[in-house]
T-cell receptor
């Protein structure tokens, strides 16, 4: 069982709308959590990196939140654009070693 | 913009052939990684290197091998490709560990027929 679970598996929204993607993890001990954007057929690109002491981090229209107590994170996308269509991957690093655990991603499709 | 490059981007080869996937980065990063990703699935670490002449196997068992003779170069080799090796292979690098960003290449799509 994957220790990083993402929901929904896929999402379709209209251009201009907002959306929120969820990530729940059981990786322990926790070091940091990352959100990546992966366009179809391309490599992942880093959006945010958050440690346990950070609750919110923004990168343009992307805002990530982290609740280390409940082991949950979310990625909020504001005023979506067609170029936001991609898979969004949640990644958790375990404290003490190099191990990264990847979620299977949320496939987001923005339609005009 | 990440300066990490993979070639080839797409490759279709026959069973039993030897292939090498190339990966180079110009950022001077000591740490480099190879991940395998099947469509719709999560990334799995198959090899990593912390510097020249240092290579380790990752979490996912792989029949591939890697070498790190130069800091900027981290090629992956399959001596005898099989259809089960069909997948996307992603190379990555980072300056350090902890909260350092991991930069990914564009990926190499391998199809073995």
């Amino acid at each position: 069982k994957n220790q990083v679970e993402q929901s929904p598996q896929s999402l379709i929204i209209l251009e201009g709308k907002n959306c929120t993607l969820q990530c729940n993890y059981t990786v322990s001990p926790f070091s940091n959590l990352r959100w990546y954007k992966q366009d179809t057929g391309r490599g992942p690109v880093s959006l945010t990196i958050m440690t346990f002491s950070e609750n919110t981090k923004s990168n343009g229209r992307y805002t990530a939140t982290l609740d280390a107590d409940t082991k949950q994170s979310s990625l909020h996308i504001t005023a979506s654009q067609l170029s936001d269509s991609a898979s969004y991957i949640c990644v958790v690093r375990r404290f003490g070693n190099e191990k990264l655990t990847f979620g299977t991603g949320t496939r987001l499709t923005i339609i005009p | 913009e990440a300066d990490i490059y993979q070639t080839p981007r797409y490759l279709v080869i026959g069973t039993g052939k030897k292939i090498t996937l190339e990966c180079s980065q110009t950022m001077g990063h000591d740490k480099m990684y190879w991940y395998q990703q099947d469509p719709g699935m999560e990334l799995h670490l198959i090899h990593y290197s912390y510097g020249v002449n240092s290579t380790e196997k990752g979490d996912l068992s792989s029949e591939s091998t890697v070498s790190r003779i130069r800091t900027e170069h981290f090629p992956l080799t399959l001596e005898s490709a099989r259809p089960s090796h069909t997948s996307q292979y992603l190379c990555a690098s980072s300056e350090g560990t902890g909260t350092n960003t991991i930069y990914f290449g564009e990926g190499s799509w391998l199809t073995v027929v």
